[in-house]
């Protein structure tokens, strides 16, 4: 996730809600991010369920509630009690719109194939999707929250739209270096690619060049591919350049055409 780091989001969350609740649905988000990015949607359903428990369990504590014993916790009774707390105790983001979206993912995690005939296309996909869509605006509204009347609303409104970015399971990461699975990338593409996984933030062009030498290309290609990007980028006069809108459209367009051409 860059632009993100757990590490980062963990202390920004924990200064409003339970820290243990926290820990776990940061970390079934981030399998749940890992599963999806190797297609396995089933698996990726699965730890979507379990972070809404997480997340549901969080806010029941902050409105001053005490959790029963571990399994005694039913989703469905949370967010129904939750709709109930008084309006001067909550904002209603807390008391209905995360329960409501909890929901959402909630039916489907529990009942995955259960509302699908046989003979249908298979569902798992597009229900992974929206999934990971419904819990990255979750834990963003969470860290909207969390952080409001904070000093760096910058550094948050840039968390907001990294969670909010649309997911492809054509990206791995690997100790910050990031490969996109497709055949046949130009360097341009990586590059754009790169960038667009970096968005909002801004990448040095000598690491877009590093990127697109790991995917193959010589340097001197690379730097060409880094200096076609010119039109769907800004520099900061620096070397520092931040993908524009244009770009962001372009980079989606060219993950959605070619999710299926994994480069094997």
């Known amino acids: 996730m860059s632009g993100l780091t757990f590490v980062a989001l963990e202390p920004m969350l924990k200064a409003k809600f339970n820290s243990k609740e926290i820990d776990r649905l940061i970390a079934h988000y981030q399998t749940m991010l890992e599963e999806f990015q190797k297609g396995e ?147 341009r593409e990586v590059a754009l690619l790169t960038l667009w996984h970096a968005h909002p933030a801004r990448m040095r062009k000598q690491d877009l060049v590093e990127a697109a030498c790991r995917h193959g290309s010589s340097k001197a290609n690379a730097t060409m591919g880094v200096s076609r990007l010119d039109k769907v980028v800004d520099d900061d006069g620096g070397g520092n350049l931040r993908l524009l809108l244009p770009g962001v459209h372009e980079a989606e367009r060219l993950l959605s055409a070619n999710k299926n051409k994994f480069d094997q």
């Open 41 to 187: 949607w089933e698996k990726a359903i699965v730890r979507s369920g379990k972070f809404v428990e997480a997340t549901l369990k969080a806010l029941w504590i902050f409105v001053g509630n005490t959790l029963p014993r571990a399994r005694e916790f039913k989703a469905d009774y949370g967010i129904r009690e939750l709709e109930k707390v008084p309006t001067a105790s909550a904002e209603d983001t807390i008391r209905i719109s995360i329960p409501r979206a909890c929901r959402f993912v909630y039916d489907i995690a529990s009942n995955r194939g259960a509302r699908h005939d046989n003979d249908e296309l298979d569902p798992n996909e597009m229900d992974a999707t929206a999934v990971l869509s419904t819990c990255s605006w979750i834990l963003a509204e969470l860290l909207r929250n969390a952080q409001k009347g904070s000093l760096d609303l910058g550094k948050v409104q840039e968390m907001v739209l990294n969670l909010t970015q649309k997911r492809f399971p054509v990206i791995e990461d690997v100790d910050g270096h990031v490969y996109f699975h497709l055949k046949d990338l130009s360097a």
